[in-house]
């Protein structure tokens, strides 16, 4: 004989899963009854499903395969006398499940005295079987499975809870929205119940010039992916569509399967929750909805201003050293080119996160100090002279003079990037003279990087050179111009660095 049986109830009112009801008795009639008795049964659009175990010991491996059991009657007498009521501590204490409703059954009401039984043991209820009628029998399920209900919310709300908490801390670590949106949306879920639904939450916003952004804050379930850290998603085209014409109606939409909450938070702006249901929402769901879209989504909105000051800072970073490229008539794609590499060899030197996401825009101000060194000496085709190579070689002091008087970390680590590109590992680089590991890692990394791309490139001074020219140039000068540790790594890597340059060839190129 199997250990024990599992038999479906109603379970077709919705989607959702059903509730589990276990049934612990060495009678086979009791089973059958209860089964019958409760077959048709339905909670909050959700059927029963019936798993059954004959002795204290099958009960043991019933709960241990079902952690997610509602409610379980359990008799009292089966294998030996008290073994029902050993199985209550077993579920309690070595299990640690103080989530199930366990309602004891007993034929011998005499045998196990019910004052006694309720004050020694965690039970929810304790029935002789004579008296559980039809009726009543329905009427205790329906008690104890909402309580159950109520118990798994809790648990659910205290872990959302410590989820929000975790993510908060994230944000204050990695400034990641996306991150503290998503565990946000999903306590809200928790807290109305929404099990199955799938909630995110997009704001809409009209700039001065007429363009219309949405951008995602947060995202549960299937649409998660959409708020990926890193990741720009757009949104799906029929949701899309569908936002629009609540923002166009100023509306909330309410269908069966759908909520769309509108929710003005400026004159040209708006927060959108859309949700996907199994069933429309009730008061009580709304006005927590309401809540939410009127206090957290004006923390999400906060945030994003934040971030897209961050990315406008970046970007700002982007054109400015693409004019300097521009007024050095380079050819283009040496600015994207160093950035690539750069953020290569920090990942192959197993630099912390923050500086890899650092010097990824650091990178890009290496020669800001150019913008002060006329076009004469710039644009000048041949070799310069004593003179005018001593002017061109403040750049690397005047880029760090630009860049100094921030405490931003971009433009920190730009004028560190700046002033000791130009330095050498030997001591007779520009403009302090600094060795070895007394020149700063960035910089040690950027002066790699700068001579590779510049050798590989056409300048006006010079033609490109051969891959196995700049690779024996570099074997040749480690120790002496160039870190050695980091010359190593970028040669062992080079068909990567290559790979890297393709992604942003020259225009003339």
């Known amino acids: 004989m199997s250990l024990f049986k599992k038999s479906d109830g109603n379970t077709t009112q919705s989607n959702l899963a059903p509730w589990k009801i276990a049934i612990i008795d060495d009678e086979s009639g009791v089973h059958d009854v209860t089964i019958l008795t409760l077959r048709k049964f339905n909670f909050e659009r959700r059927g029963v499903t019936f798993v059954s175990a004959y002795s204290a010991k099958e009960g043991l491996a019933l709960f241990k395969e079902h952690p997610d059991i509602a409610l379980a009657f359990v008799d009292v007498v089966m294998e030996t006398d008290d073994a029902g009521l050993k199985l209550i501590d077993q579920i309690r204490n070595e299990l640690n499940n103080h989530s199930t409703r366990l309602i004891l059954r007993t034929g011998q009401p005499g045998?196990?005295?019910?004052?006694?039984?309720?004050?020694?043991?965690?039970?929810?209820?304790?029935?002789a079987k004579t008296e559980l009628s039809s009726m009543k029998l329905k009427s205790c399920v329906y008690t104890a499975i909402r309580s159950y209900r109520d118990i798994k919310t809790i648990e659910k709300s205290k872990q959302g809870m410590e989820d929000v908490l975790k993510s908060s801390s994230s944000v204050l670590e990695s400034q990641s929205l996306a991150q503290f949106g998503s565990a946000v949306l999903k306590q809200i879920l928790t807290l109305l119940n929404l099990n199955s639904s799938v909630l995110?939450?997009?704001?809409q916003h009209t700039d001065l010039y007429g363009d219309t952004k949405m951008t995602v804050l947060g995202a549960s379930g299937d649409l998660v992916g959409l708020c990926t850290p890193g990741i720009s998603a757009e949104i799906p085209k029929p949701i899309e569509d569908e936002v629009k014409k609540v923002l166009k109606s100023k509306a909330h939409y309410q269908s069966e399967n759908r909520f769309i909450g509108y929710y003005p938070t400026g004159k040209v702006s708006h927060n959108i929750l859309y949700i996907e249901l199994d069933g429309p929402l009730d008061d009580l769901q709304r006005k927590t909805l309401e809540m939410f879209a009127s206090n957290v989504s004006v923390i999400f909105e906060n945030l994003t201003q934040k971030e897209d000051i961050q990315q406008t800072q970046k970007e700002l970073i982007m054109v400015l050293s693409d004019a300097i490229e521009m007024r050095s008539k380079e050819t283009g794609g040496h600015v994207k080119r160093v950035i690539l590499m750069t953020e290569f060899l920090s990942e192959k030197l197993f630099m912390s996160?923050?500086?890899?996401?650092?010097?990824?825009?650091?990178?890009?101000?290496?020669?800001?100090?150019?913008i002060s060194i006329p076009e004469t000496i710039l644009h000048k085709?041949?070799?310069?002279?004593?003179?005018?190579?001593?002017?061109?070689?403040t750049h690397a002091q005047k880029g760090y003079d630009l860049l100094s008087g921030t405490d931003r970390i971009v433009a920190k680590m730009g004028a560190v990037i700046a002033k000791t590109h130009h330095e050498k590992w030997d001591g007779s680089g520009y403009p302090e003279g600094l060795a070895g590991?007394?020149?700063?890692?960035?910089?040690?990394?950027?002066?790699?990087v700068d001579v590779v791309d510049a050798l590989l490139s056409k300048r006006c001074y010079k033609t490109p050179w051969t891959v196995e020219e700049v690779k024996s140039y570099m074997r040749e000068?480690?120790?002496?111009?160039?870190?050695?540790?980091?010359?190593h790594i970028m040669l062992e890597n080079f068909d990567r660095i290559l790979e890297l340059r393709n992604q942003a060839p020259d225009c003339e190129e």
């Open 477 to 487: 000068n480690a120790g002496k111009q160039f870190d050695p540790v980091i010359t």
């Open 200 to 203: 995110y939450l997009s704001t």
């Open 437 to 448: 590991d007394d020149i700063p890692i960035e910089g040690r990394i950027m002066a790699i």
């Open 111 to 127: 045998q196990a005295p019910e004052e006694e039984v309720i004050r020694q043991y965690d039970i929810n209820d304790y029935k």
């Open 353 to 370: 996160q923050e500086f890899i996401e650092t010097i990824r825009y650091a990178a890009a101000l290496h020669d800001v100090g150019k």
């Open 381 to 393: 085709p041949g070799k310069l002279t004593e003179d005018e190579w001593e002017v061109m070689k």
